[in-house]
């Protein structure tokens, strides 16, 4: 036997409430069709719901069993409600995020963080890629943003971008470093120590080519390379190898490794760091959350650079 859902949450309000008027407002409903709606489960029922005679309203032992599950069915109704709503404006569902490997693990990391510090019902599923790869999978809906450098120049037509850092990039040593200790540092210093070299496929190893070539270096010794952030770092905080980083990452990791900044020019990538989205893809709702929040905490990392670099001219 199959009964209409509505009509046994109507039940249950019913008898919660007393009467079929209490039900009746409870509901916004009026009594006449609440009254037409336990007809009809009777009817379906084939036997009366309440005792008949008794005010206020008794349930059978029948409408008590049925008004119990009309309860059950009513609180997973509005459970389903609340579900939807909050997929609909953003506060619950998934999201897909892929970047490039070192400013996804050494600066937006901790913006995921504190997003789903206010968002905690957003799953983050986090992937790594390149520009080429990541334009594909957005493309192919398996990925929803990409955070990434990228030129204006390899800008698909059918992208859309969000700027969130300039290009800028310097060579990183760690704490205590005998470079630090120099006040002008000249190309012969340099040449005693070897370089950490990010992935071979990653711009940031372009950029340390492109960046000694600049300074008058075609040719450079490698200690380490390929690995990720973290070893990276690591190493760099232990030996007196030298490695390009972006200003950003360099930053941010000196809370909490002995990593240093050499005052030395070098060239900037004409790049940005952006977060790119891509056209008739239908994003979800939580995308907008999201894109709020990394724009609003790399205004703040970018005021805290700014600010730094104004200490450092002062001193200077």
Known sequence: MKMDGEHLEILAVIVEKGGLTEGAEALGKSQPSVSRSMALLEKRV????????????????????????GAQIRQANQEAGLLVRRFQQGHSGRLRVGGTPIFMDGVVSTMIADFQSRHDDVQIEQSYGYLESLIVSLRNGTLDCAILPVHPSQVPDDARLVSLLPGHNVIACRTGHPLTRRKGITLEDIDAYTWIAPPADSPLYRDLRRALKTIGRDEFRVSFSGGTLASILSVLAGSDALTVLPYSVG???????????????????????AMMTMEGQLPPAALKHFAACLTAEFNRLRNRIDHEFQLARRRG
């Not at 009366?48 to 049925?66: A, D």
């Not at 930053?251 to 900044?261: E, G, K, T």
Request: hydrophobic letters at 35%.
């Open 46 to 69: 084939g036997t009366p719901l309440f005792e008949p005679g008794r005010r206020p309203l008794r349930p059978t032992e029948l409408g008590r069993r049925l008004a119990r599950l």
């Open 251 to 273: 930053f941010l990791s000196r809370r909490n490794l002995a990593v240093d900044v050499l005052p030395l020019r070098i060239e900037h990538p004409d790049r940005q760091l």
